[in-house]
């Protein structure tokens, strides 16, 4: 790889066929593409047409051949059960083969769907490793999320089969998958063939026999089966996030270009040779877990991490740097809402002191905005590189980093530093003109992305063009908001519609909006993300009753929180609801959130001047004081 971050940047731009087809050397292909960009169909555009190769060889097998059989694949972490297991790459080849083999005895073919809705167990990862392996397509739903999203994406997806597990575990609860599931399919109008359940011992799930599988059982009967040839444009997952409405989006990964971008990552970006170590502490319910616990480490041949336990609580603030140094991670990927919780009770950094951490390279952070202080405190402590960088579950990997290994260029808090090899990053006003360095504006890339980005939605190129593609012709729109400044470092403000960032999960505020008007009490409403110190943002909500409703008001703001709960998860963190006498709009209707938003984060704001009515907003700037709301945070 050449160094130095211009020259690589310019050539992934002035020579994407160069500068990707270099890169894809470095994976194994059974037949090597007609084309490294494909554009004859544009806006589709797709990479390594023609090539033929199979992602789980290149992630699993391919090490067991070349040396790496008995190295630590993965290492399973996990302070909520007491539990630590190693899998060297020979030991997880064999499970993944014969996982794969008991898809197939149970008829999955390429093609096929296959749900993964499991906590963070190694037998989650097998099964992704599997799916890919038979060319099955895997979609790997949040634990966190409730029945009713679960319920959504199988209706999506129309998995051939769920593979499940008894429960996940939360540091003061066990979270029973079961029920959940079994909720979701009745929710579904399409029903999967059957599932696949891993039996923890913490507790057991009641199956219904002929639908319901035991994973060990299944294990035992199954002979494993080999990795077969996919094409390069083949999906080799979808992931489910969170869009503009209620309806999640199935993002789409292809098999070539995003083995090729992942791969070329670990070292340009994250500067990691086969062999070290990488930890993300995230969840594989995420496009983090996939790109960074799953595929890129094993892709390059490294130790992955998987970690069952939050930054604090398991047991304490120290948990991440027993981690560190148990392990020997050389690169540790997490979100600023985990080091916000570890600075908040350990501000000295003495759980830190107690473990030897000169393992540890660099700290990554993504996910949400990185606010300075997170990012000086830890680089303080740490005494190593934070390197905050942006991306989103879309593209799969970092539109905008510090590429720690073509050159590391100067961090400057605030910023994920300049956009990445392969992403031709523009920032234009509304009509569509680049608009000058310093000033905010919507942030796009120009087509073609990168490899490795989505090539589409799950059966859904209409909606793939509406969301990206329809806003500036020829770009794909972010959704994020903000700046480059004079020396093209990237500043990322806010998104440009309803999504919010809550401890680095992203949730959508319209779908919390549909759930409080389904209540047969309330008008209407409004969800708006208000300025979190430890979660970055949390969702609250403001409701008007309908009218002749008499009914105590803290009852139905808790039938409110509940109802989210219960149909999107705990993961919304929704604590609040108030009711309100009116909601402050414009003359035409629309609800003034920006506004209300401002009042709550304590922000100085303008009166609209298409306001409705004035007087709403100092009603609700009572409302928000009566609980502590419109503080500077
Ligand atoms: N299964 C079931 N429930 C889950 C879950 C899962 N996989 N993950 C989270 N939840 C639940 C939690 O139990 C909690 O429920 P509660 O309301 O009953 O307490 C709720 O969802 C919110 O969870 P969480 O976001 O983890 O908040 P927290 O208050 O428990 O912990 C942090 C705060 C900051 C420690 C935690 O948010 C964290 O570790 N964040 C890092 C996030 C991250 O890595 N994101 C990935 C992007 S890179
Ligand atoms: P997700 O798809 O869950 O990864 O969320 C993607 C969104 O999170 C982005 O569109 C941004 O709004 C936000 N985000 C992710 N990383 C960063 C970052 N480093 N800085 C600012 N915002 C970020």
Redesign the pocket.
């Known amino acids: 790889m050449v160094q130095g971050y211009q020259e690589n940047y310019r050539r992934s731009i002035e020579d994407p066929d160069g500068f990707w087809g270099q890169a894809a050397e470095e994976i194994h292909w059974e037949k090597r593409w007609n084309r490294v960009l494909d554009d004859r169909t544009p806006p589709f555009y797709r990479w390594f047409s023609g090539g033929v190769l199979n992602t789980c060889y290149n992630a699993v097998d391919r090490h067991v051949e070349g040396g790496r059989a008995e190295q630590a694949a993965v290492i399973y972490d996990s302070p909520v059960s007491g539990n630590k297991q190693v899998l060297t790459y020979r030991q997880f080849r064999d499970q993944v083969a014969r996982f794969a083999g008991v898809l197939r005895n149970l008829g999955v073919q390429k093609g096929d769907r296959v749900i993964v809705y499991m906590?963070m167990i190694p037998e989650a990862m097998v099964a992704m490793l599997a799916c890919a392996r038979i060319g099955a397509i895997h979609s790997v739903v949040?634990?966190?999320f409730a029945a009713r999203e679960l319920a959504t994406r199988i209706e999506d997806a129309r998995p051939k089969v769920v593979v499940s597990a008894s429960c996940?575990l939360?540091?003061?609860?066990i979270?029973p998958y079961k029920p959940l599931l079994d909720q979701a399919i009745e929710l579904s109008r399409a029903k999967p063939e059957c599932t696949i359940i891993y039996q923890r011992p913490q507790e057991s799930a009641p199956m219904v026999s002929g639908h319901d599988h035991d994973w060990e059982e299944l294990m035992a009967g199954a002979s494993p089966v080999d990795c077969v040839p996919l094409e390069a444009t083949d999906p080799l997952y979808i992931l489910y996030t969170s869009g503009t409405t209620g309806k999640p989006k199935g993002v789409v990964r292809d098999n070539g270009g995003h083995a090729v971008a992942l791969k070329w990552t670990m070292k340009a970006i994250y500067d990691i040779d086969p062999g070290e170590v990488y930890w993300?502490?995230?969840?594989i319910?995420?496009v983090?877990g996939h790109s960074y616990i799953v595929y890129g480490p094993l892709l390059q041949g490294c130790t992955t991490i998987l970690y069952e336990g939050?930054?604090?609580?398991t047991p304490d603030p120290g948990a991440f740097w027993r981690v560190v140094s148990e392990h020997g991670v050389n690169a540790l990927?997490?979100?600023p809402?985990?080091i916000?919780?570890i600075k908040r009770e350990d501000p000295a950094g003495e759980h830190m002191q107690r473990y030897d951490i000169q393992s540890l390279r660099t700290l990554f952070l993504?996910?949400e905005r990185c606010d300075p202080d997170t990012l000086l405190w830890s680089q303080a402590k740490l005494g190593v590189p934070v390197i905050d960088h942006w991306w989103q579950t879309e593209t799969g990997w970092g539109i905008a980093a510090n590429c720690m290994g073509l050159e590391r260029l100067p961090v400057k808090p605030g910023s994920p530093t300049k956009a990445a090899p392969g992403y031709d990053v523009r920032i234009l006003d509304e009509s569509g003109d680049p608009v000058e360095a310093g000033k905010i504006g919507s942030i796009v890339v120009k087509l073609p992305l990168p490899p490795g980005c989505l090539p589409t939605l799950w059966n859904d190129d209409e909606g793939y063009i509406n969301s990206y593609l329809s806003t500036y012709q020829g770009h794909y729109l972010t959704g994020d908001a903000g700046y480059q400044d004079e020396e093209a470092y990237l500043f990322i403000m806010s998104r440009i519609d309803d999504i919010i960032n809550?401890?680095?999960?992203r949730l959508s505020t319209g779908a919390m909006e549909e759930v409080l008007s389904a209540h047969p009490d309330v008008a209407e409403c409004a969800v708006v993300g208000v300025a979190d110190e430890?979660?970055g943002e949390i969702p609250v909500g403001f409701v008007v009753l309908k009218a002749g409703v008499q009914r105590d008001e803290k009852e139905i703001a808790s039938e409110l929180v509940q109802a989210v709960?219960d149909k999107i998860?705990?993961?919304a963190?929704f604590k609040t609801a108030m009711v309100v006498k009116r909601l402050p709009k414009t003359r035409s209707g629309k609800i003034l959130r920006g506004t209300i938003k401002k009042i709550a984060d304590g922000r100085e704001y303008r009166v609209p001047a298409t306001i409705d009515d004035p007087v709403v907003l100092e009603e609700i700037t009572d409302s928000l004081k009566g609980i502590g709301y419109t503080r500077k945070v």
């Open positions: 906590p949040f634990g966190g996940g939360e540091p003061k609860r979270v993300a502490a995230s969840d319910g995420w983090v939050k930054p604090v609580g990927f997490t979100a809402t985990a916000r919780a993504a996910g809550v401890a680095g999960h430890l979660k709960r998860g705990p993961v963190a």
